[in-house]
């Protein structure tokens, strides 16, 4: 799962689209341990370690800060969430404190949590309790919720809604970490330059043209899920990853034609380059 950003391109490995939290912990393990064998040294490099077990997180923990990894990321458990912003903080203490040079960050907003954290009481605690808080990924669309982040000098914007990004950006997101960055990584960082340099024209068209193949990708994601889809996406570019894992079932013979028609259709082969 590709984070492209204007500082850079950086990697967020074993997060949803990755499927990590279908993965075992010793899967998760080799799945991060492949990344750090090719790309330690020149890719940045985070390592989603979310599980339901306190053990098992702060088992991947240590693991990630021996790999030596760039960044870890840390969803809270999502059948027995936390309470309050004090169970928050204790989970996120206990599982930090394995890994106690590593930068963190807290995955946000992603799959089907109820709860609403209170960031502005968050940021505050994190100063004395939580040292290697760096900021959130938020994958909510829901920006209010994140403005204390923004405007925070302690807190990063890790942008999780891709057809969004440019939204995010303007309100003062430092980046995006998403699925579709994976093929329309081009288009979106085309989008970043143009907001850049102040060509909004420029920027909402590349925006526009992410928003065609999210939405093409998200009608077929019912049986396969969103990573599936984009699975099937990767490999109409030449990049097999096999199937989704279950409960997500593989697209079936017509609808991975039918969904490369539509690709084609909106021209997605030609101006993703």
């Known amino acids: 799962r590709g984070r492209s950003g204007r500082s850079g391109h950086y990697f967020l490995v074993n997060g949803t689209t990755g499927e990590g939290m279908k993965l075992s912990v010793e899967e998760r393990k080799l799945v991060l341990e492949a990344w750090m064998n090719h790309g330690k040294g020149s890719l940045t490099i985070i390592n989603h370690i979310g599980c339901e077990s306190l053990k098992d997180c702060q088992n991947l923990a240590v693991h990630s800060a021996a790999q030596g990894v760039d960044g870890i990321s840390l969803m809270q458990p999502i059948l027995y969430e936390p309470a309050g912003i004090e169970n928050l903080v204790a989970f996120l203490s206990a599982v930090t404190e394995k890994a106690p040079s590593v930068p963190f960050y807290l995955y946000y907003g992603a799959g089907p949590s109820k709860s609403k954290i209170d960031l502005t009481e968050l940021l505050q605690v994190a100063k004395t309790r939580l040292p290697t808080f760096s900021g959130i990924k938020y994958s909510g669309s829901e920006m209010i919720d994140v403005m204390p982040c923004i405007v ?9 809604r891709d057809e969004q990004l440019l939204g995010a950006v303007a309100m003062g997101g430092q980046t995006g970490v998403g ?10 960082q085309r989008m970043l330059d143009a907001y850049e340099r102040g060509d909004m024209k420029t920027a909402q068209m590349e925006q526009q043209r992410a928003q065609q193949v999210i939405n093409i990708m998200l ?7 969103v990573a599936g889809a984009s699975k099937i996406i990767m490999k109409f570019l030449g990049i097999e990853l096999g199937p989704p ?5 593989p697209l079936s013979k017509e609808d991975t034609e039918e969904l490369k028609v539509e690709l084609q259709r909106s021209g997605f082969f030609e101006w993703r380059r």
Do not use: H, I, Q
């Not at 699925?179 to 979106?188: A, E, H, K, Q, W």
């Not at 009608?219 to 899920?225: D, E, H, L, Q, T």
């Not at 894992?245 to 079932?249: E, F, I, S, W």
């Open 219 to 225: 009608r077929f994601k019912s049986y396969s899920g």
């Open 152 to 160: 925070s000098d302690s807190c990063d914007l890790l942008y999780g």
């Open 245 to 249: 894992r279950l409960p997500d079932l």
């Open 179 to 188: 699925s579709t960055y994976n093929y329309l990584g081009n288009v979106d």
